[in-house]
């Protein structure tokens, strides 16, 4: 069956409860409790309510802003001396005596904490450990935490009406405008709120023309779409054009070095934050697939990122600007541009000059957010700049939401890589041990369909981002059980640990999986064009203007970034990877295609040749499906139950789906390099 992987954009199902079921929230309404402040704390208000009422001296839960109360003796609470006092954005959990106190900086933080205090009691359930009594504190690692969508007003023939989207329709914009009813919004916001998330760009950053309009005629609407977001504590951001001033205005020149465009910038933010006091800023793609930048005028990007940034500047906004910009006609014949180079050659001569409220947004890796890539050496290169890592919760390259793949232990590895030798990738957009705060955001997996994400276990990678970007030093399997002990909090005991166990073994290893039968040793791409990058074709890119090659021939595959005889890519990165990468003796496999041109007899650290791997890992990473398979099938008696029947019907089509394209592409892969190498599977195992 195929007609709930085509949901129709405009259908508006009752949504699934995703991380915040009724039981999940009635586990804590059971207890006596107490809130004390105003503003966002009328969000923990209504989360409460038919809670019996307590007085802030005896009520087992308490959520205050730390303003709100004075003394440890105003909360009853007899251990303490003074109260804590959270970090900015923070807040303190105080446990005493059966009773907590949440204490946030501030109404918003009171409400994270309050969602964090929903987690701990689920989670407890879960794994049995109960929290001591005593003080935790918490704060947002990253600065930024935002998510961005990439959902157009209008619907695409092919594209559907989200750009890389595989859950149905958008969420804000149904035939033609923005939703009349935004209730599906509010739930959005409140899901996010209780992962960390603090922002959320409305719109594609391909800004089409009816898109392009929310920035003046739109206004209106996005402030009631402001208005949802707000009582969770996220913020609004658009995508603007940077063609706005020819697109929207009466001006012949989008130049951002005439005061004219200065001034059109100036006028075009003042209006927005006459309507949206709050509005967080804009996003831009310029010069990049299409998009108009400040590249047509001779001007750099620090130009043209600053003249919106000023606009933004008196408001307090902040422009975050992309730095996905590359040559997309490329010749395959020549081999000394690397898109993998394009945006360090870009953006890393100008630090420094970007004004201070402008964030430039990175992908997490060079080329566009591959199942393995190497970490951009931009994010190192840049410390007189805020910049923000750009990863990919819908799974443009990782499976289309068809395929499980939980992308929180990608995620980790991309946020704990050492990328200047010392400091963490997190650590360093963070601006952590030096440089500027910048911060993490995701491109959305959510849209209109049931389950928000199509594949209902893909609930779980937008809740791991969340808690990511809240916390990089999580982990992995963690978050999973945050996830699961949230969201399947109605189950009982027994059921619950079943539960458990299954979803770690469908979902741990997934991304492995993923990698182990797509593209092999970081090489890329090999994804299908006219199917929407769903699905393996080999050669698919190959000879297109695109600039992803793997240049594989009859001798060997991979792509030769070296120094010594490649495009000089590896000379991008500080030390060690600045040799670790161009030597094949240090180079660590996975990613060996990614930065060297070896022979397919070449032997890998693990011993094994490339041949013979390429041949294995797609083989192996089919049959590991049969025990995730098995493993949903052992818990069949719990549909009906604790496992929803639909939510169970939409899982088992998606594992049937992700079975039939594994074997395709395991198939397709090893055929090819078959072919090319003319060197046999070792293992005697059937090529087709
Ligand atoms: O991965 C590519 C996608 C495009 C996307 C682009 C980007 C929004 O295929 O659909 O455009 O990245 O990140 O801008």
């Known amino acids: ?222 402030a009631r779409i402001a208005d949802a977001l707000r009582p969770y504590g996220i913020r609004t951001y658009l995508s603007v054009s940077f063609g706005s001033p020819v697109l929207l205005g009466d001006l012949d020149t989008s130049d951002p070095l005439e005061p004219a465009v200065e001034q059109w910038w100036a006028t075009a933010a003042a209006r927005v934050y006459d309507v949206i006091e709050d509005f967080g800023g804009f996003l831009v793609k310029a010069d990049s697939e299409g998009q108009p930048g400040p590249f047509a005028y001779g001007r750099t ?99 289309q939401q068809k395929h499980v793949c939980y992308l929180a232990p990608w995620w980790s590895e991309i946020l704990s890589f050492p990328l200047d030798g010392e400091r963490s990738v997190a650590q360093i957009v963070a601006g952590e041990g030096g440089g500027r705060p910048g911060g993490i955001s995701a491109v959305s997996n959510v849209g209109s369909d049931e389950f928000w994400t199509g594949h209902p276990l893909a609930q779980a990678n937008l809740y791991a981002f969340g808690r990511l970007a809240w916390d990089p030093t999580l982990r992995a399997q963690d978050v999973l059980d945050e996830w699961i002990a949230l969201t399947f909090a109605g189950a009982d005991d027994a059921d619950l640990t079943r539960l458990r166990a299954v979803l770690h073994s469908v979902m741990d290893e997934s991304w492995r999986r993923y990698e182990g039968y797509t593209a092999p040793l970081g090489v890329c791409f090999m994804v299908s064009p006219t199917r929407q990058h769903y699905g393996p074709d080999v050669d698919g890119y190959e000879y297109s203007a695109w600039g992803t090659y793997h240049f594989a021939d009859r001798d060997g595959v991979g792509v030769d970034r070296t120094r010594a005889t490649g495009t000089g890519f590896t000379g991008q990165y500080p030390q060690p990877w600045h040799d670790v990468y161009e030597s094949l003796e240090t180079c660590p496999d996975e990613l060996v295609l990614f930065f060297h041109h070896v022979p397919y007899t070449h032997v890998l650290h693990s011993g094994t040749t490339v041949i013979q791997h390429i041949y294995d890992s797609r083989s192996d990473a089919v049959e590991e499906l049969d025990g995730v398979e098995e493993a949903w099938e052992s818990v069949a008696d719990l549909v009906g139950g604790a496992l929803p029947a639909s939510f169970d019907a939409r899982v088992r089509e998606r594992l049937a789906e992700q079975r039939r394209s594994a074997i395709e592409w395991r198939d397709q892969i090893r055929t090819y390099f078959f072919r090319k190498s003319g060197v046999p599977d070792a293992s005697g195992r059937t090529i087709y």
């Open 1 to 222: 069956t195929t007609s709930s992987l085509t949901s129709t954009p405009t259908s508006t199902p009752t949504p699934h409860a995703a991380w915040l079921p009724d039981a999940a929230l009635d586990a804590v309404r059971t207890r006596s409790v107490a809130v004390l402040g105003h503003g966002l704390l009328d969000t923990v208000r209504a989360e409460l309510s038919g809670a019996p009422e307590g007085t802030s001296a005896r009520a087992e839960l308490v959520v205050a802003v730390r303003d709100a109360v004075a003394t440890p003796a105003d909360l009853g609470l007899t251990t303490l001396t003074a109260l804590p006092d959270p970090a900015p954005h923070g807040y303190v959990l105080v446990r005493e005596a059966g009773r907590t106190l949440v204490l946030g900086h501030d109404d918003v933080a009171a409400l994270r904490g309050f969602y964090a205090f929903v987690r701990e009691t689920a989670v407890a359930r879960l794994t049995g450990a109960v929290p001591a009594d005593g003080v935790t504190a918490s704060a947002p690692h990253q600065p930024l935490r935002m998510l961005d969508h990439w959902d157009n007003i209008a619907v695409h023939p092919v594209m559907g009406q989200i750009e890389r989207g595989y859950s149905g329709g958008s969420i804000f914009y149904a035939d033609g405008e923005v939703r009349a009813d935004l209730s599906r919004v509010s739930e959005y916001a409140r899901l996010l709120a209780a992962t960390g998330v603090d922002a959320v760009a409305i719109n594609n950053v391909n800004v089409h023309a009816r898109e392009a309009r929310l920035l003046t005629d739109g206004l209106p609407d996005v």
């Open 301 to 399: 990007h620090a130009d043209g990122a600053n003249v919106l940034a000023r606009a933004l500047a008196p408001h307090d906004g902040t422009l975050i600007w992309r730095a996905f910009v590359y040559n997309h006609h490329q010749d395959w014949r020549d081999r000394r541009t690397d898109r993998a180079r394009a945006s360090f050659d870009h953006f890393a001569p100008l630090d420094g000059s970007f004004e201070p409220n402008v964030v430039l947004q990175v992908k997490h890796g060079p080329l566009d957010f591959q199942v393995r890539e190497a970490v951009s050496p931009v994010i190192a290169a840049m410390p007189r700049t805020r910049v923000a890592l750009e990863l990919q919760v819908t799974q443009e390259y990782t499976g």
